[in-house]
């Protein structure tokens, strides 16, 4: 086997665009997912089971199914409906793979997140949230000032890890034509038939985008940790009683 | 509705299951020595699991399907001819080398936590170094590493639908072969998708089961 730099190095600005398309599909599938994360969330921390239901089976369904198949029913189960392909509306975005993928990739990433996010919420300390209360605060106050706020600390360990899930879920827009990172390498190795090369070099970029937004979120982490405030006078201090 | 490709559907739920089956014992294998190396290698041994736990968990899995497949056909060529890699075996080696870079660093932190007067208490009774891992950690291992694994092998359960781009003929691929002979997308995949969720909810709930076996008799608060 004939080992060929030269073709890593050839293809390495193609390669390069596909990054490109595989950040933005990612950074746009995360932002947008946050927004429906956060609603799905609270109404799962509901004790009304009307008000559970309609979240808790979005969630079931996008949790308990293969990413590729929820792309798979977007892109091509929508688009079997003449109601759909009728529509002026609709069929402009659900004709093309790449808004497909990025619906697929945001609910995706909302359903994962939800949860996440309801974890934190629950896992707000019971005395903040009775504290708010006492100094009269209204539940949309509480959420808003306290709650909430204290959650998106408590979940940021996990939601980064759903973010690296997510930039590697994105390799599979190339199963519908899309040239993210390894749709290019897909597409160069179908022309030069050399995959090892051309693997290797996208699997050495996706390493670097994987361990370089670990190394962000681990920045951002350490800035919003709160560090316990030092207590002027320790108890030891205070001297015999 | 299903024009006839229920059972096809059927079959392809079968392989989904194998694949994910080989995919898990091959991986625990993988994961349970990576964690031994990690926690009691020395340092060669444990720079070879650090390696492979940091490439194997920053790649997709699907392009890791891709290289065990596309690379294993080229390097297969070259011993032979005629040989034909079996995109099942690349398929399920390749779920099963993701899982194990995730199961490794269950298994660190499941042998991390037993404490560590237990093995000294092992080496005074005078037991050798292997029958202390046998009869001490391992069986507190499983307890510890399972909620984990779990988690681990539901992701794998889902991860499976990728060897159908490979041309394994998982329940994916029978519903993509359903889809082009009907052209009714939206029913096949929705089928596929209830068989998935079927298979989810059913491990959810195995797992559910086996945790609370593996706890019994262990100290709760509440």
């Given at each position: 086997m004939d080992f060929s730099f030269e073709l890593i190095i050839a293809s390495l600005p193609q390669l390069l665009t596909g990054v490109g398309m595989t950040l933005q599909l990612v950074a746009v599938a995360v932002a947008l997912g946050f927004f429906i994360a956060v609603p799905v969330a609270i109404l799962r921390t509901s004790r009304n089971p009307l008000v559970q239901a309609l979240p808790f089976s979005y969630v079931f369904f996008f949790r308990g199914t293969p990413l590729l198949v929820q792309i798979f029913l977007i892109y091509y189960g929508l688009g079997s409906f003449e109601v759909v392909r009728n529509s002026p509306l609709l069929w402009p975005i659900l004709r093309e793979a790449y808004w497909c993928a990025l619906i697929a990739f945001t609910l995706n990433t909302a359903a994962y997140s939800a949860e996440i996010v309801r974890g934190a919420i629950m896992a707000v300390p019971f005395g903040e949230i009775e504290a708010a209360k006492a100094i009269g605060m209204t539940r949309v106050q509480a959420f808003r000032r306290i709650i909430l706020p204290r959650a998106f600390r408590i979940a940021l360990p996990a939601y980064g890890n759903e973010i690296i899930f997510m930039i590697k879920g994105s390799?599979?827009?190339?199963?519908?034509?899309?040239?993210?990172l390894t749709g290019m390498a897909r597409k160069i190795v179908a022309r030069t038939y050399k995959p090892v090369e051309v693997f290797l070099a996208a699997g050495i970029l996706y390493l670097i985008i994987v361990y370089g937004v670990t190394w962000v979120l681990k920045r951002v982490e350490k800035r919003l940790s709160i560090t316990p405030p030092r207590l002027p006078v320790k108890a030891e201090d205070a001297g015999p009683v | 509705m299903l024009q006839g490709f229920g059972p096809q559907l059927l079959a392809g739920l079968a392989i989904t299951v194998q694949v994910a089956l080989v995919a898990l014992g091959v991986g625990l294998i993988l994961g349970l020595s990576g964690g031994i190396a990690k926690v009691y290698g020395n340092r060669a041994v444990r720079g070879v699991a650090e390696v492979y736990t940091t490439i194997f968990r920053g790649l997709p899995e699907f392009l890791v399907v891709l290289i065990a497949f596309f690379g294993g056909s080229l390097i297969l060529a070259q011993f032979s001819e005629d040989a034909e890699l079996n995109a099942f075996t690349a398929g399920s080696l390749a779920l099963a080398t993701t899982f194990g870079a995730y199961a490794t660093e269950v298994f660190r932190g499941a042998f991390q936590s037993i404490p560590p007067g237990q093995i000294e208490a092992g080496k005074a009774v005078g037991l050798s170094g292997i029958k202390i891992m046998r009869r001490i950690v391992l069986p507190q291992v499983w307890r510890l590493a399972l909620p984990g694994l779990g988690n681990l092998f539901l992701s794998l359960l889902k991860d499976t639908a990728l060897v159908s781009v490979i041309g394994v003929d998982d329940l994916m691929r029978k519903a993509d072969i359903a889809r082009s002979v009907t052209k009714d997308s939206f029913t096949m995949y929705a089928a596929a998708a209830v068989l998935y969720l079927l298979l989810t909810a059913v491990t959810t709930l195995t797992l559910h089961l086996l945790e609370r076996r593996a706890n019994r008799g262990i100290r709760r608060t509440a």
């Open positions: 390799a599979l827009a190339s199963t519908i034509t899309l040239l993210d | -």
